[in-house]
C-alpha cells in the first residue's frame, strides 16, 4: 500500500486523512505543494539543460496543473529566463509558440509573451519582437497587455534601441485604434519619442496622429503634456495654433474641444497675435465663466494697444482689467510654465509696475511716480501673504528689487 501510494507521488500522511474522512490539514497541503514544486523544477532544470523541447513542454504542463499557482508560474520563469541567458532562442521561440496558441494553458499566456519578447530583444531579433509585440496586442486583454508592452517599451528605451521602440510605438497604435490603454501607451512613447529627437516634429506628429484616425481626446491630452515646454520657441507655438482648429473639428469632447481651445488661445497670446485672442474671448472660450472672461479680454486688449503704439490705450485696459481682478473671486493664479503661484496683490503690483512703465515712455513723470507708489502698497501686502523660504518669496523679493522699490 506505502509503495503504492508513493508511486501516485501522494503522502501517506494526506490518504491516511482521507480514508479516516479527514481533510489534509493546511501545512500538509503546503508541505506536498511543495515536494511536487522541487520535483517539477528539477525536471525543468533537466529538460532546459537537454535542450530538449518536448521535454520542457512536458515539465511546463506538469508544473502548471500539479502546483498551484503563485509557485508554479515563479519556477517556470525562471527556467526559461535562464535558457534566455544560455542563448537557447529557438528552444525559446518554440515553446512560447506552443504556450500561447493553446487553450488549455491559457494561465500561461502572459508569461508566455512575456519571455518571447525577453527572447526576441536578448537575440536583437528586431522583426520578430515587433510582430510579438503586435500578436500580444491582438491576443491578450487590454489589462493584461497594457503593463506588460509598458515593461518591453521601459526596457527598449533603457538599452537605448530608440529606433526600434519609434516604428513599433507607431505601429501599435495604428492597430490598437479601439484599445484606448494600448493607445495611450503608445501614442504617449512615439510622441515622446519624437520630441527628444527634435521639439520642432512636435506638430507634425500632433498632425500625423490626427491623419491615422487618433481620436482627438488623446491628441489633445499630448498637446497638454507638451505645450508649456514648447512657449519659448514661437516657430512651434505658431504651428500649434494652426493644428488646433483641425483638432477642434475631429471631436465632441467638451473637455477635449476646452483644453484645446485654451492653447489656442495662449498660441495667439504668445506669437502677439492679439486680434486672434480678442476674437476668441468674444466669441467666448469653452467652460471658463464670466469672471474669467473679464478679467482675461482686458490684459490681452492692453498687450494689443501696446503692439499698436497705443499706450492711453493700453493703460486703460491695463485699468479695466486690474479693476476685474480686485472684485473676483479667486484670490491666486498659477504661470503654468514656471510653477509659481501669485496672491491677488501680487498681480496688482505687477501690472501697476507695467502701467508706470508706459507712463515712463510718454515722459508722463507725475503718473508714473504715483503709480510705482501704487505698486509698492501692493508688494508690501503681497509680501505679507507669502511664505518665507518658498520659491514665491524668492521671485517676489527678486521683482521688488528689480523695479526699485
Known amino acids: 500500500m506505502k509503495r503504492s501510494l508513493k508511486m501516485l507521488g501522494v503522502s501517506v500522511m494526506v490518504m491516511m486523512a482521507f480514508f479516516s474522512g479527514c481533510s489534509p490539514s493546511p501545512e500538509q497541503l503546503a508541505a506536498r505543494d511543495e515536494k511536487m514544486r522541487a520535483t517539477c523544477e528539477r525536471e525543468l532544470s533537466e529538460a532546459a539543460t537537454a535542450k530538449s523541447l518536448p521535454a520542457l513542454k512536458k515539465a511546463i504542463e506538469k508544473t502548471h496543473t500539479t502546483v498551484s499557482s503563485a509557485k508554479a508560474l515563479p519556477v517556470i520563469q525562471q527556467t526559461l529566463e535562464r535558457m534566455i541567458r544560455e542563448g537557447q532562442y529557438g528552444v525559446i521561440e518554440q515553446i512560447t509558440d506552443d504556450l500561447i496558441l493553446t487553450d488549455k494553458l491559457s494561465g500561461l499566456h502572459v508569461l508566455a509573451f512575456a519571455t518571447q519578447m525577453k527572447c526576441h530583444s536578448a537575440a536583437k531579433d528586431w522583426p520578430k519582437l515587433q510582430k510579438t509585440i503586435l500578436n500580444c496586442a491582438n491576443r491578450l486583454p487590454e489589462e493584461a497587455a497594457d503593463p506588460l508592452l509598458s515593461q518591453i517599451f521601459d526596457a527598449l528605451k533603457r538599452d537605448q534601441h530608440l529606433g526600434q521602440l519609434e516604428k513599433t510605438s507607431q505601429q501599435l497604435y495604428q492597430g490598437a485604434l479601439d484599445k484606448p490603454r494600448l493607445l495611450r501607451l503608445a501614442t504617449t512613447t512615439w510622441v515622446g519619442l519624437c520630441v527628444e529627437k527634435d521639439r520642432q516634429l512636435l506638430p507634425a506628429s500632433l498632425e500625423k496622429l490626427l491623419t491615422d484616425k487618433v481620436p482627438a481626446e488623446h491628441i489633445a491630452v499630448l498637446l497638454d503634456r507638451y505645450f508649456y515646454e514648447m512657449t519659448e520657441n514661437k516657430e512651434i507655438i ?168
Not at 477642434?248 to 488661445?265: D, G, Y
Not at 497675435?273 to 465663466?289: C, H, Q, S, T, Y
Not at 476685474?324 to 505687477?350: C, F, I, Q, S
Request: charged letters at 30%; one cysteine or more.
Open 238 to 405: 505658431k504651428k500649434i495654433c494652426v493644428l488646433g482648429p483641425k483638432i477642434l473639428a475631429a471631436t465632441q469632447n467638451k473637455t477635449a474641444q476646452e483644453s484645446v481651445t485654451l492653447r489656442m488661445l495662449d498660441s495667439a497670446f504668445l506669437t502677439d497675435n492679439f486680434d486672434l485672442a480678442v476674437e476668441m474671448l468674444e466669441k467666448g472660450i469653452p467652460g471658463r465663466d464670466t469672471e474669467w472672461h473679464e478679467t482675461t479680454l482686458p490684459k490681452v486688449k492692453a498687450h494689443r494697444a501696446l503692439a499698436q503704439n497705443k499706450p492711453l490705450e493700453a493703460i486703460e485696459n491695463f485699468r479695466q482689467f486690474m479693476t476685474a481682478w480686485k472684485n473676483a473671486k479667486h484670490v491666486d493664479e498659477m504661470d503654468p510654465t514656471t510653477g509659481l503661484v501669485y496672491n491677488r496683490e501680487w498681480v496688482l503690483a505687477r501690472n501697476a509696475i507695467r502701467i508706470a512703465k508706459i507712463y515712463a515712455s510718454i515722459q508722463d513723470e507725475a503718473n508714473q511716480k504715483k503709480t510705482m507708489k501704487e505698486a509698492n502698497e501692493s508688494f508690501k501686502v503681497a509680501l505679507s501673504k507669502v511664505n518665507p523660504g518658498s520659491k514665491e518669496m524668492t521671485a517676489l523679493t527678486k521683482e521688488i528689487k528689480e523695479a526699485g522699490l
